[in-house]
């Protein structure tokens, strides 16, 4: 059997529509489940919607409507963005599930019987945008003499009966931790926040609330409703059957890796492990906070109205030129910018021009000259050999080693590379000229780029599925060829050349992008 490999996406709080920072989160965790679906792993990649909390009931309230009526609007949502994305989750969670609550209850059941859980009374200080406690030391304020969050948000001085959990206890076997696994956060710059962070000291932590009633209730207090974290981050668990399917469960957990945005590090680094901890449960493997996506140099907001909704992108670009721009152009695990002009640049330089154009002028030149019939054995030179040996080494080890260090432009920037290296190579082979000069040295080097095209093709499927998935198609390589181990043997190439398959004419994958006027 193959080996499990486990993989979510924070799960998206649907008090509005989806934005871009959704999108490219959905983008990149999905691009990591399709490269390790290829790799041969038995991958389970998990993503949803997080529907309780403050937040929700007064957006519900704000609205004349229930709850339950806004998350189930706003959910769909979320998963029609997903689908347009050509996001491949295997389960779309949603926090109002009643599996949902099974779970969330059989967790705090389990800090109850490690003795983490007390009754208590809270003050202090809570955003309900953020849906976060602050301590005093830890407010800014504004050039008005208001309060307000780390993040600038609003915060509002709140005293209620609440249940809490004795993170205080987990100080020093949080940092043990971290000591003993360095990657257990990354990048570094997350790690290096999240240590500061508690070597600072931790509070025990207010884990109920009793002001409103839209959320998980607390076993034995009914009362009160779970702090929306605790149950957000229990949805890891559900979406893999806790606690009753102990086969899924016992198969896929502990996570592989939490793919999450860096404004929420703190719940997944600091409140989630010791919760884990106090219920007995293994810890993920890794928690990777990827930074934020920018307009033009600004960070987005309502006021600026710069909000861009990823359905018009997808709508204006295309939904792989969409994906192959954002896991190009910005570092994962640092900030980012995009706009209209930086997307059209980039898919016409590197999709349009060099690989689409490649894969373009090959084929057709194979479709009209020779009859759409590839050679089956060639008499290779060594720079045919050197050529194809570039692309193996760029598509199945260094494109694989970057992936699996989730350094996903630096995996592109290696296949790019190697897609100029083709390009190279057929400007100076020129087979337009040896179709008249050397009949047999054209069939040749038409072979030898015709393999490297292959295997560009299925190594960026993680990246641009569809795009990939339909060159591939026209190119008749074999559904179940089209892996790493596929690039490694060759034995694709050989296969079709020597089936009865023969090339049509083809259509440009990658037809140039224009920039929309509004833009």
Request: glycine fraction near 8%.
């Amino acid at each position: 059997m193959s080996e499990p490999f486990y993989i979510t996406t924070a799960i998206s709080y649907p008090n509005g529509r989806p934005h871009i920072g959704h999108a490219y989160e959905a983008i990149a965790a999905d691009a990591i489940a399709r490269f390790r679906r290829m790799q041969g792993r038995d991958v389970f990649f998990l993503t949803g919607t997080d529907e309780h909390g403050l937040k929700m009931a007064q957006t519900a309230r704000e609205r004349g409507i229930e709850p339950a009526a806004l998350a189930d609007e706003m959910s769909s949502y979320f998963r029609e963005m997903d689908e347009k994305l050509n996001i491949s989750f295997d389960r779309f969670i949603r926090t109002t599930e009643p599996a949902h609550h099974k779970a969330s209850q059989a967790i705090w059941q389990a800090m109850v019987d490690s003795g983490d859980i007390y009754l208590g009374r809270y003050e202090g200080w809570y955003s309900v945008r953020d849906e976060a406690y602050y301590a005093e030391d830890e407010l800014v304020t504004a050039e008005t003499g208001e309060k307000l969050s780390p993040q600038g948000t609003e915060v509002q001085w709140t005293v209620e009966e609440s249940w809490f959990f004795r993170l205080s206890a987990y100080q020093d076997r949080l940092l043990a931790y971290y000591a003993a696994n360095p990657d257990f956060i990354r990048p570094e710059s997350r790690r290096n926040e999240v240590l500061r962070f508690v070597e600072g000291g931790l509070a025990d932590l207010s884990i109920s609330r009793t002001s409103f009633d839209w959320g998980v209730k607390v076993p034995g207090s009914p009362d009160h409703v779970m702090y929306v974290w605790v149950d957000a981050l229990t949805n890891y668990l559900t979406g893999i059957g806790y606690p009753d399917d102990g086969g899924r469960f016992g198969r896929f957990w502990p996570a592989d890796v939490h793919i999450i945005g860096k404004d929420i590090i703190r719940f997944h680094a600091v409140y989630w492990p010791a919760f884990l901890m106090s219920a007995g449960l293994a810890l993920p493997k890794q928690v990777f906070g990827h930074g934020f996506l920018l307009h033009r140099g600004e960070k987005m907001s309502k006021s600026l109205g710069n909000v861009v909704d990823p359905n018009d992108l997808v709508a204006a670009f295309g939904v792989d030129q969409l994906r192959y721009f954002l896991l190009r152009e910005v570092t994962f695990g640092q900030d980012g910018s995009y706009s209209a002009e930086a997307i059209v640049a980039k898919v016409n330089a590197d999709l349009a021009n060099s690989f689409g154009n490649l894969a373009q002028r090959t084929l057709s030149f194979i479709a009209k000259n020779c009859d759409g019939k590839l050679i089956d054995g060639y008499e290779a030179t060594d720079g045919d050999r050197r050529l194809l040996g570039e692309v193996r080494d760029a598509c199945s080890v260094q494109f694989a080693r970057h992936m699996e260090a989730l350094e996903l432009s630096a995996a592109i920037e290696t296949w790019l590379r190697a897609v100029f290296a083709c390009n190279q190579y057929i400007d100076a082979q020129a087979p337009w000229t040896l179709r008249k000069t050397d009949p047999e040295r054209m069939s040749a080097v038409l072979a030898v780029l015709y393999e490297a095209i292959g295997n560009l093709a299925i190594a960026i499927q993680p990246i641009i599925p569809g795009s990939a998935d339909r060159l591939l198609d026209l190119m008749g390589v074999p559904r179940d060829e089209r892996t790493y181990e596929a690039i490694r043997s060759g034995e694709w190439y050989r296969k079709v050349a020597s089936s009865d398959f023969r090339l049509a004419a083809p259509t440009p994958i990658f037809p140039k992008l224009e920039l929309p006027a509004e833009a």
